[in-house]
């Protein structure tokens, strides 16, 4: 199971951490990945990290801006997110995948847990 919170309305050039607690006995062994939806739009993949926290993998738009890290000690995934922008504003979802893979996965249809989803909203 994996539960999100942070989400908020967050004033453009803002910040906002997103956390993701996950349960189940298998973090250490999934790799993280968040998603963000859109009003409209399709679910599009933001960011992912690797078991260990050693790889990870940014979406052009966000790079240099958000930030992903995992406490393997808390089941915890995080999302850092600064110099927000309007066109952030969408739902954000956790997802894993548990996999022996070391390295990260970008696609949606890869990951076969989600979380339920926390909104982040960015006004102008």
């Known amino acids: 199971q994996l539960v999100e919170s942070g989400g908020g309305l967050v004033q453009a050039g803002g910040s906002l951490r997103l956390s993701c607690a996950a349960s189940?006995?298998?973090?250490?062994?999934?790799?993280m990945g968040w998603f963000r939806q859109a009003p409209g739009k399709e679910r599009e993949f933001v960011t992912s990290?690797?078991?260990?926290?050693?790889?990870?993998a940014y979406a052009d738009s966000v790079k240099g801006r958000f930030t992903i890290s995992r406490d393997n000690t808390k089941n915890m995934v995080y999302l850092q997110l600064n110099s927000l922008k309007p066109e952030d504003t969408a739902v954000y979802y956790c997802?894993?995948?548990?996999?022996?893979?070391?390295?990260?996965?970008?696609?949606?249809?890869?990951?076969?847990?989600w979380g339920q989803g926390t909104q982040v909203t960015v006004s102008s």
């Open positions: 189940g006995g298998t973090f250490t062994m999934s790799m």
């Open positions: 990290i690797s078991r260990s926290g050693s790889n990870t």
């Open positions: 997802a894993a995948k548990y996999s022996y893979y070391s390295g990260v996965y970008q696609r949606e249809d890869q990951y076969n847990y």
